[in-house]
């Protein structure tokens, strides 16, 4: 199977766009594992083909140990990366052309620990595709945009993969849609009024310089609108551009 995972975020609708993006797959005649790998979910807008909470869930380990919900979820995150083997081979039997994975919201499962890379790196030895979810409410600030940009590309680089950074909810606010689209386009400092904006973005453009590039597609998925330009981009990755629809 191709992987497609979903994470960034969180709220920024990423189990919403699980389902979104896998319909529409499945509609252009591919077929597609809906993954659930949050063991916090409390509710998903799809049904699962696979649901990590099956095998364990945030809420028992916090009922266990006595630990806080993010304390809950670093656990169960890292339990499951050290006992691959009680999921792998269920995952895999799928055998399926797409599996678009939901993974947990907490961004330092990823970045501060090494079982979210290693889920990912031992889930999918191949190529894969990472989704970094923001979305327009907290990227239309430049300082948070520029906070989502770095957290995307430390993402691509802990995790080795392609990272496409979706800005989600443009049915919310347009308007922030064509300012963060001007955010995108600065390429100088001398451009920003405010130092601390010009020593933050030249920290970025540091950061642009050792880690892989991203790109930026602009999507509801309320709405479905732009869905067809990440579609384009997973066909690109893993089938040449190849359309399957029958």
Not at 157 to 162: E, K, L, V
Not at 203 to 230: C, G, L, M
């Amino acid at each position: 199977m191709n992987y497609i995972f979903l994470t960034g975020l969180a709220g920024s609708g990423k189990s919403l766009l699980t389902s979104v993006i896998s319909d529409s797959l499945e509609e252009d005649g591919w077929s597609v594992a809906r993954v659930n790998l949050d063991p916090s979910a409390e509710s998903i807008p799809y049904t699962p083909d696979y649901d990590i909470r099956e095998f364990i869930d945030s809420k028992t380990i916090f009922e266990r140990y006595g630990l806080g919900s993010n304390g809950a979820l670093i656990f169960a995150m890292d339990l499951l990366a050290g006992n691959l083997q009680a999921f792998l081979p269920v995952l895999e039997s799928l055998d399926l052309d797409f599996a678009v994975v939901d993974m947990p919201g907490q961004l330092e499962i990823f970045t501060f620990r090494e079982s979210g890379p290693f889920l990912l790196k031992s889930i999918s030895k191949e190529d894969k595709l990472v989704l970094f979810l923001s979305d327009v409410a907290a990227s239309s600030d430049f300082q948070n945009f520029l906070l989502a940009e770095i957290m995307a590309r430390i993402l691509s680089f802990r995790t080795n993969s392609p990272t496409i950074h979706v800005i989600n909810k443009t049915d919310v606010s347009p308007e922030s849609v064509e300012k963060i689209k001007k955010f995108i386009s600065i390429k100088n400092s001398n451009e920003l009024k405010t130092i601390n904006e010009k020593h933050l973005f030249n920290a970025y453009r540091h950061i642009q310089k050792i880690t892989p590039e991203t790109t930026h597609v602009f999507v509801s998925a309320k709405t479905k609108d732009n869905i067809w330009q990440i579609k384009a981009y997973i066909t690109r990755a893993f089938k040449g551009g190849e359309d399957k629809r029958e």
